[in-house]
């Protein structure tokens, strides 16, 4: 059986067309798909929510461990923002949306966005 090497898609072939002389031509069409736009969801710093609510909250809504979720709240103290995680469109604004629904019903002002990566 022929193999293909992964994460090279085959070129697709158009239906083979028949010529006056009964010669048979394929047409080999380079088609190539973009990989979908990637969206990174950022905190930002403020100078209320709790330190231990933003560790909670990158925990349970980003899937990070206690010392990543650490570490990643004291660099956006730090630095003011710090990214999260990277996801599909429609993931990235499903976890903004999350955290700013965590964030009001705790009362607190932390503040998530979601921009395209690159
Ligand atoms: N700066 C906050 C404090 O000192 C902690 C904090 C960290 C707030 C990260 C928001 O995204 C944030 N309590």
């Given at each position: 059986?022929?193999t ?23 047409e ?5 798909v ?20 933003v ?19 004291l660099?956006i ?14 993931i ?13 019903s ?8 979601s921009?395209?990566v690159?």
């Amino acid at each position: 059986m022929a193999t293909q090497k992964p994460g090279k898609p085959p070129e697709p072939v158009t239906p083979p067309s028949v010529g006056s002389d009964d010669s048979v031509v394929l047409e080999r069409r380079t088609q190539r798909v973009k990989p979908p736009q990637m969206y990174q969801v950022v905190l930002l710093n403020d100078d209320f929510t709790p330190m231990e609510f933003v560790v909670l909250v990158i925990q349970e809504f980003f899937g990070k461990d206690r010392e990543t979720a650490t570490q990643i709240m004291l660099k956006i103290h730090l630095e003011g923002k710090g990214v999260c995680g990277i996801y599909s469109r429609d993931i990235a604004i499903t976890k903004v949306d999350q955290v700013q629904q965590a964030a009001r019903s705790a009362g607190h002002p932390l503040q998530c966005l979601s921009e395209p990566v690159e």
